[in-house]
C-alpha cells in the first residue's frame, strides 16, 4: 500500500509538473492536486491491516466453533444432588475408562481411597492413566465401568461445577491470561480481598517476589505467562489453587518442564504448603515421595502397587526400579 500510495503521487506529480510547463496548470493548483492525490489514500491505508485481522479473526473463530460445537465429555443430571457438608471422602471403586468402545482401557478397574486429611501420590510413566484418573475426579471424563463417589454417593450424581468446588486441580501447564499478577490470581475467587490474594501468594512462596516487582500485584505476565519464569508460573497456578480451596487437591505434574534443582525446591514448598490437606500428587518424579502418606503406582492403566515409600522403597516393584533408576540426590 506505501508503494502504491508513492507511486501514485509521484505519478501525479509528474504530470503536473509537465501541465505547469506547458502553462496549463499554475504551482497551487499543483500542490493541491499532490497533496489532494496523497490524502485519498488515507481512506484505505488501513485496509490491509483489516485484512490481516479479518483473516486472524476468521482462524479464531474457526478454533471457537470447535470448541462450542464439540460434544460434551459429561452430562449433568436433570436434579442433581446437593453437596453433602464436609469433610469429603471421595473412592474410586474398579474405575475403567475406555476412550473408544473398542479400545484398551486408559484405566483398568482401579480402587482408591482417598479420605480427609491424606496426601496421595499417584505415580507412573507417561500413558500409564494418571491424567485419565485426574480427569474422572474433576469430572471430565465419565466412566465406562467402576464407580466414583463422593461421601458414597455417585460423583455423576452432583452437578459438574458443584463437584470442581470441592475437587480442584493445578495442571501441568497452567495457562496465564496477558494481565496482572493480581488478575490471574483473582480468578480463583474473584471476590478475595487483599488480604487472602497475599496469604494464598505466601503459602506458594511467592510473596517475596511480588513485593520485590516495580509494579508488585500489577505487574503484567505477559501472554501465555512469557514475562515470568517456568517456576513462577507454576507458583502462580498453585497460589490460585490455595485461593480456590478446593476440598481435595490434585496436583497433576507440578513440577514439570522445571530443571532439577527448580523441581525439587517446588516440590519441597508443595509439600510444606499442603501439609494436612486431602492431596492427589500426580507425578513420574521420585521428588518428595518420601513425605506423603501413601504411593500408589500405576501401570497401564492398572494399579502396580500400593504403600508408603518404605514400604515399597525395598519391595522389588516398579517403584523400587523407578527410585533406583531416576532419583539423583540433591547436592
Same mark, same amino acid.
Given at each position: 500500500m506505501s508503494a502504491v500510495t508513492g507511486l501514485t503521487v509521484w505519478g501525479a506529480l509528474l504530470l503536473g509538473v509537465a501541465a505547469t510547463g506547458t502553462g496549463a496548470l499554475s504551482r497551487v493548483p499543483l500542490a493541491v492536486l499532490t497533496l489532494t492525490t496523497l490524502a485519498a489514500f488515507e481512506a484505505v491505508t488501513a485496509l490491509p491491516a483489516a485484512a490481516i485481522q479479518l483473516g486472524q479473526a476468521r482462524v479464531a473463530a474457526g478454533r471457537i466453533a470447535a470448541v462450542t460445537d464439540a460434544p460434551a465429555p459429561v452430562r449433568d443430571?436433570? %436434579?442433581?444432588?446437593?453437596?453433602?457438608? &464436609?469433610?469429603?471422602?471421595?473412592?474410586?471403586?474398579?474405575?475403567?475408562?475406555r476412550y473408544r468402545p473398542d479400545g484398551p482401557p486408559a484405566l483398568d478397574r482401579v480402587s482408591l481411597d482417598l479420605p480427609p486429611g491424606r496426601r496421595i501420590a499417584l505415580v507412573g510413566a !507417561?500413558?500409564?492413566?494418571?491424567?485419565?484418573?485426574a480427569a474422572v475426579l474433576l469430572r471430565f471424563r465419565d466412566l465406562s465401568g467402576g464407580a466414583?463417589?463422593?461421601? &458414597? %454417593?455417585?460423583?455423576?450424581?452432583?452437578?459438574?461445577?458443584?463437584? +470442581?468446588?470441592?475437587?480442584?486441580?493445578?495442571?501441568?501447564?497452567?495457562?496465564?491470561?496477558?494481565?496482572?499478577? +493480581?488478575? !490471574?490470581?483473582?480468578?480463583? #475467587?474473584? &471476590?478475595?480481598?487483599?488480604?487472602?490474594?497475599?496469604?494464598?501468594?505466601? +503459602?506458594? #512462596?511467592?510473596?517475596?517476589?511480588?513485593?520485590?516487582?516495580?509494579?508488585?500485584?500489577?505487574?503484567?505476565?505477559?501472554? %501465555?505467562?512469557?514475562?515470568?519464569?517456568? &517456576?513462577?508460573?507454576? +507458583?502462580?497456578?498453585?497460589?490460585?489453587?490455595?485461593?480456590?480451596?478446593?476440598?481435595?487437591?490434585?496436583?497433576?505434574?507440578?513440577?514439570? %518442564?522445571?530443571?532439577?534443582?527448580?523441581?525439587?525446591?517446588l516440590t519441597a514448598d508443595l509439600l510444606r504448603a499442603t501439609e494436612g490437606r486431602s492431596v492427589l500428587f500426580i507425578t513420574h518424579e521420585p521428588d518428595g515421595l518420601d513425605q506423603v502418606d501413601q504411593i500408589v503406582v500405576l501401570d497401564h492403566g492398572r494399579i502396580a502397587e500400593q504403600g508408603s515409600h518404605h514400604q515399597l522403597r525395598h519391595a522389588g516393584g516398579p517403584y523400587q526400579r523407578m527410585w533406583e533408576n531416576d532419583y539423583e540426590p540433591a547436592c
Open positions: 443430571p436433570g %436434579h442433581p444432588r446437593a453437596l453433602p457438608p &464436609g469433610p469429603f471422602g471421595i473412592q474410586l471403586i474398579d474405575a475403567t475408562v !507417561n500413558g500409564a492413566g494418571k491424567s485419565t484418573l466414583a463417589l463422593l461421601d &458414597g %454417593h455417585d460423583l455423576a450424581s452432583f452437578a459438574a461445577d458443584d463437584v +470442581r468446588s470441592v475437587i480442584g486441580g493445578c495442571p501441568q501447564d497452567p495457562y496465564l491470561f496477558d494481565a496482572t499478577i +493480581r488478575d !490471574n490470581l483473582s480468578l480463583a #475467587r474473584p &471476590g478475595a480481598t487483599g488480604e487472602e490474594l497475599q496469604a494464598a501468594a505466601a +503459602r506458594a #512462596r511467592l510473596l517475596p517476589w511480588i513485593r520485590s516487582l516495580p509494579q508488585g500485584w500489577d505487574t503484567p505476565v505477559g501472554t %501465555h505467562g512469557a514475562a515470568v519464569s517456568g &517456576g513462577e508460573r507454576q +507458583r502462580l497456578a498453585l497460589a490460585r489453587a490455595f485461593l480456590a480451596d478446593p476440598a481435595l487437591l490434585i496436583l497433576d505434574e507440578p513440577t514439570a %518442564h522445571l530443571d532439577p534443582p527448580a523441581r525439587r525446591a
